[in-house]
């Protein structure tokens, strides 16, 4: 199943280069994507290692997403990844703190809070 949800989930997650913008326009079908990424890493456990970089991308454009909500739900998987694949992230962990510390100093604090606790996990796992 990775093999073919993967690059569909990457490609409408992706944002535009030139513009910053999500290629998907709607907000709620984002955050249902990135809703969809969190049960396969449920699903898919030690397996998504294999697929690091795809699901780096899609988080990170989730991170960066201006609706709060798709930015909590990103925390929640940057959590879950820290989860999974432990030791595994060390390569990863510094772009993913990077990419969370900006959501630190959201208007809305349960992005603050869902930031804060995502980096913690994220520097936890990676020792």
Same mark, same amino acid.
């Given at each position: 199943?990775?093999?073919?949800?993967?690059?569909?989930?990457?490609?409408?997650?992706?944002?535009?280069?030139?513009?910053?913008?999500?290629?998907?326009?709607?907000?709620? =079908?984002?955050?249902? !994507?990135?809703?969809? $990424?969190?049960?396969? @890493?449920?699903?898919?456990?030690?397996? #998504?290692? %294999?697929?690091?970089?795809?699901?780096?991308?899609?988080?990170?454009?989730?991170?960066?997403?201006?609706?709060?909500?798709?930015?909590?739900?990103?925390?929640? =998987?940057?959590?879950? !990844?820290?989860?999974? $694949?432990?030791?595994? @992230?060390?390569?990863?962990?510094?772009? #993913?703190? %990077?990419?969370?510390?900006?959501?630190?100093?959201?208007?809305?604090?349960?992005?603050?809070?869902?930031?804060?606790?995502?980096?913690?996990?994220?520097?936890?796992?990676?020792?």
């Amino acid at each position: 199943m990775l093999p073919y949800a993967m690059p569909v989930l990457e490609e409408r997650l992706h944002t535009d280069e030139s513009t910053r913008d999500p290629i998907e326009p709607s907000e709620e =079908v984002r955050l249902l !994507l990135v809703q969809l $990424l969190s049960i396969i @890493l449920d699903q898919a456990g030690t397996a #998504i290692a %294999a697929y690091a970089s795809e699901v780096w991308s899609m988080l990170s454009a989730a991170l960066a997403d201006r609706y709060h909500e798709v930015a909590m739900q990103g925390c929640k =998987v940057a959590q879950q !990844l820290a989860g999974i $694949l432990g030791l595994r @992230l060390s390569p990863l962990a510094k772009d #993913i703190v %990077a990419a969370l510390l900006p959501l630190t100093t959201h208007k809305r604090h349960r992005v603050r809070i869902a930031a804060i606790e995502a980096i913690r996990d994220v520097m936890h796992q990676v020792g």
